[in-house]
């Protein structure tokens, strides 16, 4: 399988279109990675970059872009209604097929401390490459901006970059790099020029002051063309989908007097997202995605080169886990195929939800079904990432292992780093067995409101969910008998009894 990243600089210019060609091509050079996209901007004075191809392709372009920003941008001089802290102010990884978060991660800490050994630019890291809590949310990070930050770094500890020296480039700032999952960059344009408008609705909407879940928002004057703009970053476009965010900006703006003239994708939008935006607002009956010729066209092709003879399009899909999950190797084993049940599980309730609110009978229901579709959907999201998780952590365990142990300082990491390792091979399975019990919460809630013809589903849901927190939990167990502390052990058990005690609580969906 080929590994795939995204990764999607922004550039603290959009008025030059010379200087973003540049940086463009600057990145472009560099074999194996394609530009997706490129957005300027002159109000936000910001340049958005789209990079795809190979993780160390797609690294060493974004560092290119980083050194050809730092010879053509000069914060002391910039001037524009977007925050920024840096020449290049963002670097975020995205996975996106082959590669996991985790691995985003470690690329975007390496990616950050070559920046600082090649320009010399401080590096600050954010969302899952955040090396502290307080710096996970981007504005967090950014909050001050250049000016501010440039002094407040020399006197405050606190504010000091995770790599490289307590200060700022003198024209280029610092630059944030992190991992993330893809995000939408949306904004919805008002009809004022009034941006304390566009601020109140930002505040109404975004989730750190109370508003929707994975959004963040901030509002904007846009002078070129005498209009307030609401600037939206959705980092969960699936549990949080665009047209919930476009209704409630409407209905906040109508509250002031406001009405929406334009919405605008800056860079790319995933086919999915625009696909859950027609579903909504069309009220189509009974549409699935297999509608959508396009996609139509990509299993057709993809199921003429897969199946062997007397093998089905389904069974193709699942073969080549089952292959691997049945070879004589460690891994993957039970913890992953606890995690696949709990996914499927997941799965199955979503299926439920989403054509159950398709259904004349259910429309009193809508809303909720909506929600519950949304929610086992990040269910199965995090679940069957946890498939490779659980298989990972074990790895580390066994990497551990055989560490050199001839010396007593080999032997006193080998030990530490067995310890670690322990600890997160029983983390993960921990955490698929309290999802896999918060999945019952969710089909006691869903049965009430399903249609009574897919009763069987959900009851199969159900049984899924049992077994993948039942299975979890034995990989808990297993783990915790290497660990010798024994009050990290002990705490672990704890949290290992309630989750227990939560799916014998939990009722099951009853017969059809």
Not at 230 to 237: A, H, K, R, W
Not at 283 to 309: H, I, K, S
Not at 374 to 399: C, H, I, W
Not at 419 to 447: C, I, K, N
Request: one cysteine or more; aromatic letters at 4%; proline letters at 5%.
């Amino acid at each position: 399988m080929p590994k795939i990243i995204e990764c999607v600089p922004n550039f603290s210019e959009g008025r030059d279109a010379a200087k973003v060609d540049a940086l463009v091509a600057a990145m472009s050079a560099v074999a194996g990675v394609a530009v997706l996209d490129r957005e300027m901007d002159a109000d936000h004075n910001r340049s958005v970059v789209t990079l795809a191809g190979e993780p160390e392709a797609v690294a060493e372009a974004a560092l290119r872009g980083v050194g050809k920003a730092l010879e053509l941008i000069d914060l002391t001089r910039h001037q524009g209604a977007h925050p920024r802290l840096g020449a290049t102010d963002v670097v975020p990884f995205v996975p996106v097929e082959g590669v996991t978060i985790e691995d985003c991660v470690a690329l975007a800490r390496r990616v950050g401390k070559e920046i600082w050994q090649r320009f010399r630019i401080p590096v600050y890291f954010y969302e899952a490459a955040a090396q502290r809590p307080d710096r996970v949310n981007l504005e967090d990070v950014r909050r001050g901006q250049f000016e501010r930050v440039r002094e407040e770094v020399l006197v405050n500890p606190d504010r000091a970059p995770d790599v490289g020296e307590p200060r700022l480039h003198p024209t280029a700032g610092a630059t944030i790099v992190g991992a993330r999952k893809f995000l939408i960059a949306y904004n919805i344009n008002l009809s004022t020029p009034d941006v304390s408008v566009a601020k109140k609705i930002a505040k109404a909407i975004r989730f750190s002051t109370g508003g929707l879940r994975h959004v963040k928002s901030m509002g904007v004057e846009l002078k070129a063309r005498n209009l307030a703009q609401v600037s939206i970053n959705l980092t969960d476009f699936e549990q949080t989908p665009i047209h919930r965010v476009f209704e409630m900006v409407r209905s906040e703006a109508a509250r002031h007097g406001a009405a929406i003239v334009g919405s605008e994708i800056v860079g790319l939008v995933p086919r999915r997202a625009i696909e859950m935006t027609a579903d909504f607002y069309l009220q189509f009956e009974n549409f699935t995605a297999d509608q959508v010729l396009e996609n139509r066209m990509a299993q057709a092709l993809a199921g003429q080169a897969t199946p062997a003879a007397g093998v089905g399009r389904l069974e193709a899909m699942a073969r080549p886990f089952l292959d691997a999950l049945g070879e004589p190797t460690a891994t993957p084993g039970g913890g992953s195929a606890a995690a696949l049940a709990g996914a499927m599980a997941a799965s199955l309730g979503r299926m439920v939800a989403g054509l159950s609110r398709k259904k004349k009978s259910q429309a009193a229901h809508v809303d909720e079904l909506t929600r519950l579709f949304e929610e086992f959907g990040a269910a199965a999201r995090e679940l069957s990432a946890a498939v490779d998780r659980d298989a990972t952590a074990y790895d580390g365990v066994v990497a551990a292992a055989r560490m050199a142990k001839a010396t007593p300082e080999e032997q006193r990491k080998r030990a530490e780093a067995l310890d670690s390792a322990t600890r997160h091979a029983a983390e993960v399975p921990l955490e698929v067995a309290l999802r896999s019990a918060g999945l019952l919460d969710l089909l006691a809630q869903l049965e009430p409101v399903a249609s009574q013809a897919m009763k069987s589903d959900l009851k199969a849901a159900d049984a899924l969910a049992r077994a993948a927190a039942r299975g979890a939990m034995e990989n808990v167990a297993i783990n915790l008998e290497s660990i010798e502390d024994a009050g990290y052990v002990a705490e672990m058990k704890k949290q290992a009894a309630a989750i227990e005690a939560r799916c014998e609580r939990a009722p099951a969906v009853t017969a059809p």
